[in-house]
């Protein structure tokens, strides 16, 4: 009965969200409630397990979450981004412009959110189709493939983050094998695929034509490069270097703080904060305008996970999370 209960609690959630356009945080919080009463939860407790759940989820996220998302909004801001793409650009030529805006796009990708690095990448798409007279679509999907393979796979975005918390994965580690996993994919759903699409025309308006940036203005390269990539290179190092730190002692202690991913995170944003920002003169006050609008961009991505840790907690609570597991215990899967 209880198993039949959770498929009815996510059929309605479903159902709240898309066909009731229910703000996804209170369909969460309303099927919670709704669930917790079915499965058999004192009224009393329910809020308890509510607020257990949404500490519990937004504790050991938001600082990766927030850090990740703000680096991104700044290499944004900064023309980091832009650099990066025109150096991709000019590295790889017109003949491989394809592969350059995959490269593009997986770079990006990596510190940004899939809406903050979609709206700053189109510009660059449109870009290339009106200068080259290519199709949208063939120029535009290895870029977008990139952004949303980098957001399903790697750390520290929302899925692949919640993922390590849930199994007491290394963020490390999981970079890695993201990596592994997500280089080819992107590979195939980029170029490769794309290749099936080139027939397809699109009539683009003027008002999507972008505004060139004067060089001049944009942040060198390699300013650009790393210090957007600089939570990925702190964690790829950390995890390679943990085999040869010792067990115990205060080099152990050391470095286990600097190689958490919150501490990553600070560290790569302090960076971050200088040398794309401080250095080039830009202020105080429109850095922290740069963080504050990232925090708004992401503000309802944190709010439904929120909700999801609720609904988690709901079904721990009740005990059907063990009655599921023990379910799939014996089966092949």
């Known amino acids: 009965m209880s198993i039949l209960i959770v498929i009815l609690s996510i059929g309605l959630l479903v159902l709240l969200i898309t066909q009731f356009k229910v703000n996804a945080f209170l369909a969460f919080l ?3 409630i709704f669930a917790g009463l079915l499965l058999g939860i004192e009224p009393g407790a329910i809020t308890g397990s509510i607020q257990k759940g949404i500490g519990d989820m937004l504790g050991s996220l938001v600082i990766v979450i927030v850090g990740g998302a703000m680096l991104g909004k700044l290499v944004a801001e900064s023309g980091g981004a832009q650099r990066i793409a025109s150096g991709m ?14 490269a593009t796009g997986f770079i990006i990708g990596i510190p940004l959110f899939y809406n903050v690095g979609f709206v700053l990448v189109v510009p660059l798409i449109f870009s290339v189709v009106y200068r080259y007279k290519f199709p949208a679509v063939f120029i535009g999907l290895p870029m977008l ?8 796979f790697l750390p520290p975005h ?35 695929f794309s290749r099936t699409l080139r027939r397809i025309q699109t009539n683009l308006p003027d008002t999507f034509r972008p505004s060139e940036v004067a060089e001049s203005e944009l942040p060198g390269l390699w300013n650009s490069v790393l210090s957007s990539l600089l939570p990925v290179i702190l964690l790829a190092a950390t995890t390679l270097v943990k085999p040869y730190i010792p067990a115990d002692g205060v080099v152990r202690d ?15 944003l302090g960076i971050g904060t200088y040398t794309l920002g401080l250095r080039r003169g830009m202020s105080t006050s429109r850095i922290m305008e740069i963080y504050g609008d990232a925090v ?20 721990i609570d009740s005990g059907v999370s063990a009655e599921i597991g023990v379910m799939l215990t014996g089966m092949d899967v």
């Open 145 to 152: 493939a990139s952004l949303s393979v980098t957001h399903g």
């Open 296 to 315: 708004k961009d992401i503000a309802m991505i944190l709010l439904i996970m929120a909700g999801a840790g609720a609904l988690k907690q709901i079904l």
């Open 89 to 102: 650009m000019y590295l790889f030529g017109e003949r491989y412009i394809q592969w350059a805006l995959m």
């Open 30 to 32: 309303i099927i919670s």
């Open 158 to 192: 929302p899925s692949p983050s919640y993922l390590v918390a849930q199994f007491g994965a290394e963020m490390g580690q999981t970079l890695l094998y993201g990596m592994i996993v997500g280089i080819p994919t992107v590979i195939v759903a980029g170029p490769v």
């Open 254 to 268: 050391i470095f286990t703080f600097l190689s958490n991913p919150d501490m990553v995170l600070l560290l790569s």
